[in-house]
């Protein structure tokens, strides 16, 4: 069974920074890639960035470039956003998400995902 687990998310004020990790297990993920998205009550799932498995595609939503940072360790079968000068508008719940094609911001190419963790941002 796959399970995609995501942590770290909490409060943090605005100019803060937090590490999102999302675990990935029970299949192979060679060769996929993996991605964030975050959404807001009563809004849709936004594209935050994604991630190819060899690591040279990485692409970001317009909104965090400069900000937040994917990275992936393959062994370990987990992704990362680095979130860095948070505003209050990144206040969502964050779910990482993996697709079998290469990284795209359509969370409909996206095959499995995680529970989501929220990320809270203060003024």
């Known amino acids: 069974q796959v399970q995609m687990v995501e942590s770290g998310g909490g409060v943090v004020q605005a100019g803060g920074s937090l590490r999102l990790s999302c675990a990935a297990s029970?299949?192979?993920?060679?060769?996929?890639?993996m991605g964030w998205f975050r959404q807001t009550p009563g809004q849709e799932r936004d594209f935050v960035a994604a991630?190819?498995?060899?690591?040279?595609?990485?692409d970001y939503a317009d909104s965090v470039k400069g900000r937040f940072t994917i990275s992936l360790d393959n062994a370990k079968n987990t992704v990362y956003l680095q979130m860095n000068g948070l505003k209050l508008e990144d206040t969502a719940v964050y779910y990482c998400?993996?697709?079998?094609?290469?990284?795209?911001?359509?969370?409909?190419?996206?095959?499995?995902w995680g529970p989501g963790t929220q990320v809270t941002v203060s003024s």
């Open positions: 029970g299949r192979m993920f060679f060769g996929w890639s």
């Open positions: 991630i190819s498995w060899s690591r040279r595609t990485i």
């Open positions: 998400a993996a697709t079998s094609g290469l990284p795209t911001s359509r969370a409909n190419a996206y095959v499995y």
